[in-house]
């Protein structure tokens, strides 16, 4: 075991940062990622990236849609593999795919960058990218950097402003 020159605490060899207080253990040994044995790693072996709904035949994604709660407004997303969601700030160079200013984002707390949606084959998936007021999915704040799959008549929150996830065949 590798002690924390600051705090004390104990760590396992290879450990290159303590835990508890942020400090670099010296004697952490070589910079690489060792792999954890097997008995370490999850149970579970799902892919969190795939809906139980996806269809493995299907070539093209069923359109996603997100209205606006307050304004009533239907968005059909651009079919992209990744959509930005947020304010314009054109003095700032800050140009989000989808710009939630005319819908009260300014004052429901919207960040210029707030999140992103992805397309992974058939699937959606939400990410807050670090927003001040938080992304929320069926009323839970979602962690930063952590994508969520969207399934329809989810709903979806950015800070303030409600959305509901519209999932249509064409």
């Given at each position: 075991?590798?002690?924390?020159?600051?705090?004390?605490?104990?760590?396992r060899p290879g450990t290159l940062f303590c835990s508890e207080c942020g400090v670099y253990l010296p004697t952490g040994g070589p910079l690489r990622t060792e792999p954890l044995p097997d008995e370490e790693l999850p149970v579970s072996r799902a892919n969190p990236w795939v809906s139980e709904q996806v269809d493995e035949d299907k070539t093209t994604p069923t359109p996603l849609y997100l209205k606006i709660l307050e304004t009533d407004r239907q968005i059909r997303l651009p079919s992209s593999t990744e959509v930005h969601v947020g304010r314009l700030d054109a003095a700032h160079g800050i140009f989000p795919d989808l710009d939630l200013t005319t819908d009260g984002g300014l004052e429901g707390g919207v960040s210029r960058r707030h999140c992103k949606i992805h397309q992974r084959g058939a699937t959606y998936l939400v990410e807050d990218v670090g927003s001040a007021n938080g992304t929320f999915l069926n009323g839970q704040r979602l962690t930063p950097y952590l994508p969520h799959v969207l399934k329809d008549k989810d709903e979806l929150q950015l800070g303030t402003v409600k959305m509901q996830v519209v999932l249509q065949e064409e």
């Amino acid at each position: 075991m590798i002690e924390c020159p600051s705090c004390g605490r104990k760590h396992r060899p290879g450990t290159l940062f303590c835990s508890e207080c942020g400090v670099y253990l010296p004697t952490g040994g070589p910079l690489r990622t060792e792999p954890l044995p097997d008995e370490e790693l999850p149970v579970s072996r799902a892919n969190p990236w795939v809906s139980e709904q996806v269809d493995e035949d299907k070539t093209t994604p069923t359109p996603l849609y997100l209205k606006i709660l307050e304004t009533d407004r239907q968005i059909r997303l651009p079919s992209s593999t990744e959509v930005h969601v947020g304010r314009l700030d054109a003095a700032h160079g800050i140009f989000p795919d989808l710009d939630l200013t005319t819908d009260g984002g300014l004052e429901g707390g919207v960040s210029r960058r707030h999140c992103k949606i992805h397309q992974r084959g058939a699937t959606y998936l939400v990410e807050d990218v670090g927003s001040a007021n938080g992304t929320f999915l069926n009323g839970q704040r979602l962690t930063p950097y952590l994508p969520h799959v969207l399934k329809d008549k989810d709903e979806l929150q950015l800070g303030t402003v409600k959305m509901q996830v519209v999932l249509q065949e064409e």
